[in-house]
């Protein structure tokens, strides 16, 4: 069985501080994992994934993720928050066999 | 660029009656999904084609929800009799390749539901 768990429901940043957007995920398997962003009433856009390689993953927007193999990780990162940032986003996982499994959501919200 | 179309964007419907969803992938793309959302929650999925065939429909209400795409192309989602609990944004996404590694979904604007 898989599992995605984003910690915090609620984030809030000023803008140009730094987001740090948190996800785990459970999973027996090495996984595909995904972040996706949506605004309102619109569907989800993905802004990076990680399948192979290279731990560090760079997306759209300035964002950036890298997978924790030891620690189960895949936090989403951008170093200057903008306004336009403002959205909610959802860690995805994916593995062999399985289904595509969606984290419940981080809604971040960005102070000026 | 090449988008996934949904219709219509929002529907309210009574409930007991039957409503309807219409989803056209991305052209090429094998894989179609279907999923709904809850507010506040993430997509959950409910129907995964590849091509005409269903690959997972475990989490589909089969007693009321039905899906199809009979061509191998665009699809629908059906709800029969609608319920409260189903009000929802119902999401449509495709994929390529067709087997193997599941690359990125590509998400349509969705369908919000009302169910009063």
């Known amino acids: 069985a898989q599992s995605v768990t984003q910690l915090g429901s609620h984030v809030s940043v000023s803008e140009g501080a730094l987001v740090l957007l948190r996800c785990n995920y459970s999973?027996?398997?090495?996984?595909?994992l995904f972040w996706y962003v949506q605004y309102p009433n619109q569907g989800l856009q993905l802004l990076l994934k990680y399948t192979t390689g290279a731990t560090l993953v760079k997306g759209i927007n300035g964002f950036e993720a890298e997978f924790k193999k030891s620690e189960t990780s895949f936090h989403l990162t951008k170093p200057s928050a903008h306004m336009s940032d403002a959205a909610e986003y959802f860690c995805a996982c994916y593995s062999t066999g399985n289904q595509f499994y969606f984290g419940t959501g981080t809604s971040l919200t960005v102070i000026p | 660029e090449a988008e996934v179309a949904q219709s219509p964007r929002y529907k309210i419907t009574e409930k007991s009656q039957a409503v309807a969803f219409w989803c056209d992938p991305i052209s090429g793309h094998a894989t179609l999904y279907w999923y709904r959302q809850i507010l506040g929650q993430g997509p959950e999925l409910l129907v995964q084609f590849q091509d005409e065939s269903v690959v997972d429909d475990s989490q589909l209400p089969k007693d009321r929800f039905s899906a199809e795409r009979l061509k191998g192309v665009d699809s629908t989602l059906k709800i029969q009799p609608a319920e409260l609990g189903d009000s929802a944004m119902y999401l449509c996404?495709?994929?390529?390749?067709?087997?193997?590694?599941?690359?990125?979904?590509?998400f349509g604007p969705g369908t919000r539901l009302t169910v009063t």
């Open positions: 996404a495709s994929s390529f390749p067709r087997e193997g590694d599941p690359y990125e979904q590509y």
């Open positions: 999973s027996s398997v090495p996984p595909y």
